[in-house]
């Protein structure tokens, strides 16, 4: 019989570039020891780590409110830490968080969750937290940011479960407009999204709900062309899914995607044989992080059909 729980994994990023620098001893006694401490952050607020992953945790809480409080100072005091280390040895951490029914075995547990949560670790970029809207709806209104990525394909599950992004940057502006649920109009599900305008160095196109599925890529065959050798000769597609604008990444190398309203390279989502809805207006990097400035980077621009986005301001 299963239990109701939080599951947490945090994972380091960058560790091999840091075996690399540091040689194999030195890097393992600091991972070791990153790693201890963040078992004794999930401890201090009720978790209990389950195993470590060599550089990860996989954790579990009773409930989503104090697995939340502790991926928050998580991160938050991991990113002063990191201010002090040289650049080339900055690990920062990726954190998945799902709740359900987890069942314990032997020590080790299992569940729907646990795989939702580390796949989500996965995704997550470098200083990312994100959690699934079960989590969000046990925090207490306008306790934490967050910001919805929508309904993300996850790889083995058939319903995509919607996603946020927790914001726990303490310089984050004190007001957040936070997307709500669509409002659905009367014209049916395919009227939420309107059109799509991308843009890349001179070249500016509007592609409308007629138009896609489209690609976008190195080649003349692709509707968006991006001529840079890090883009894929067919690097991504936008399709049209239950009335929302779908980026899917099938490169080489991935695709990054940033939000109008986020901070910093933080608020990168990075794409690997995965896909997230496209919403308001951002950029899509191209086989790079937006954080290289040489990234071949499109802007976006998505425009609604007859569905309203409602916002709401949270202090």
Known sequence: MGVN??????DLTGSTRVFEAMGNARATETVTRLTQWIGGVCESHGGRVVKSLGDGV?????NGVTATRAVLEMQRNHQKRLQT???????????????????EVDGDCYGDAVNLASRLSDLAGPGQI????????????????????????????????????IDWQDE????????????????????????????????RTLFRVEDLPIHLGRVDEAQFVVNDPRVSRLHARIELRHGSCVLVDVSTYGTWVRFHGT???????ALRRDECVLHGSGEIGLGAPLSDFSAPTISFN?????????????R
């Open 302 to 314: 998505t425009t609604g059909g007859n569905v309203l986005l409602a916002h709401r301001d949270v």
């Open 130 to 165: 994100w959690a699934t809207e079960s989590v969000i709806d046990q925090l207490h209104e306008g306790e934490v940011r967050h910001r919805s990525l929508g309904p993300i394909n996850i790889r083995g599950k058939n319903e995509m479960p919607i996603v946020h992004r």
């Open 172 to 203: 984050v502006s004190e007001f957040l407009t936070m997307p709500a649920s669509l409002v659905p109009s009367a014209r049916g599900p395919d009227s939420s999204f309107g059109q799509i305008e991308l843009a890349w160095l001179d070249v």
């Open 58 to 62: 996989f954790a579990i809480f009773g």
């Open 85 to 103: 280390w040289p650049t080339p040895l900055r690990m920062e951490l990726q954190i998945g968080v799902a709740s359900g029914e987890v069942v």
């Open 263 to 269: 901070a910093g390279a933080s608020g990168e989502i």
């Open 5 to 10: 729980s939080t599951v947490v994994f945090a």
